[in-house]
């Protein structure tokens, strides 16, 4: 398991455009969420332990977040050719199992991984309704074996900031877990 931090892209950078499919091969495009009061971006994947330590969590948020009007999308851009469990037939399962509200999406050419500048997962962005950076970084401090219970409050305070109309903090810490399982020769030549 490869411990990889996020690449922190800058505060107010334009949340680059997307149309991915989900599990069941729905076109879903970040300009569905044009009326949101909000928009958080997770690169995820189905079996990295770090996203499997936060799954529960993370489907009480997504559902959390959809009462409040925040869209929110999972973006899965590992290579399902390598890591079949990250397929998208297996996303569908999981989707089902934890419950999932919000689309999950298959990034298979990683294009979309590398606008982001993604680096891991889960790797966490929240955009505002103008769709600008307010914040990237962890969902929490909690990490498979550190004892620390998942709460989401990194994020959570980030979304709460974001719909009173007050300042997202600048004090972001990136999020960890592990690297985007990238195609052979995709890699990202830098970020």
């Known amino acids: 398991m490869s411990l990889t931090p996020s690449t922190m892209l800058p505060i107010g950078t334009a949340a680059p455009d997307f149309s991915l499919p ?91 991984a590398k606008a982001y500048q993604a680096a891991c997962t889960p790797d966490f962005f929240l955009f505002d309704k103008d769709l600008r950076l307010v914040y990237r970084g962890q969902f929490d401090e909690s990490r498979p074996g550190n004892n620390k219970p998942v709460t989401g409050n990194d994020l959570r ?17 990136p999020s960890v877990g592990c690297n985007i399982k990238w195609k052979r020769g995709n890699e990202p030549v830098c970020f």
């Open 22 to 112: 989900n599990s069941e091969g729905k076109t879903v495009s970040s300009k569905d969420f044009k009326n949101a009061k909000g928009l958080v971006v997770v690169f995820m994947c189905n079996h990295c332990p770090y996203v499997v330590h936060i799954q529960k969590d993370l489907a009480r948020f997504g559902k959390e977040m959809g009462t409040k009007g925040v869209a929110m999308v999972g973006i899965n851009s590992n290579d399902a050719k390598n890591y079949p469990e990250d397929s998208p037939k297996m996303m569908a399962k999981v989707a089902k199992e934890m419950g999932y509200t919000f689309p999950y999406l298959f990034d298979a050419t990683q294009e979309v």
């Open 157 to 173: 305070k980030a979304v709460d900031h974001l719909l009173a109309g007050s300042p997202v903090s600048p004090d972001q810490r």
